[in-house]
């Protein structure tokens, strides 16, 4: 498994979450990490990107709300999801892009926000 996602579950609205990827070393030439989530008879869409030089971007339902960061040294990428909202729960995907044109997908992980 070359990335793992993991920290998904169920919080009430207003509530927070922290999802977490494991990226395989075995990666080489990585030029973008993002998360992606998809909602149920919608299409995936991209929620937060960290470029290689550290460079974020997020969706704009989630700006202020979501923040992507990354641990070098235990190579994990992260997306802290605060003030969630109903319209948040959806599977939630890590990514990889490399230089090389290959691009790595996680497992999914769901998150549900409901009262």
């Known amino acids: 498994v070359q990335l793992q996602a993991c920290g998904g579950g169920s919080v009430q609205p207003g509530g927070s979450l922290r999802l977490s990827c494991a990226i395989s070393?075995?990666?080489?030439?990585?030029?973008?990490r993002a998360w992606y989530r998809q909602a149920p008879g919608k299409e995936r869409e991209l929620v937060a990107i960290?470029?290689?030089?550290?460079?974020?971007n997020y969706a704009d339902s989630v700006k202020g709300r979501f923040s992507i960061s990354r641990d070098i040294s235990a190579n994990t990428l992260y997306l802290q999801m605060n003030s969630l909202r109903p319209e948040d729960t959806a599977v939630y995907y890590c990514?990889?892009?490399?230089?090389?044109?290959?691009?790595?997908w996680g497992q999914g992980t769901l998150v549900t926000v409901s009262s």
């Open positions: 070393r075995s990666i080489r030439g990585i030029n973008s």
């Open positions: 990514n990889v892009k490399t230089v090389y044109s290959r691009d790595f």
């Open positions: 960290m470029t290689g030089g550290g460079i974020t």
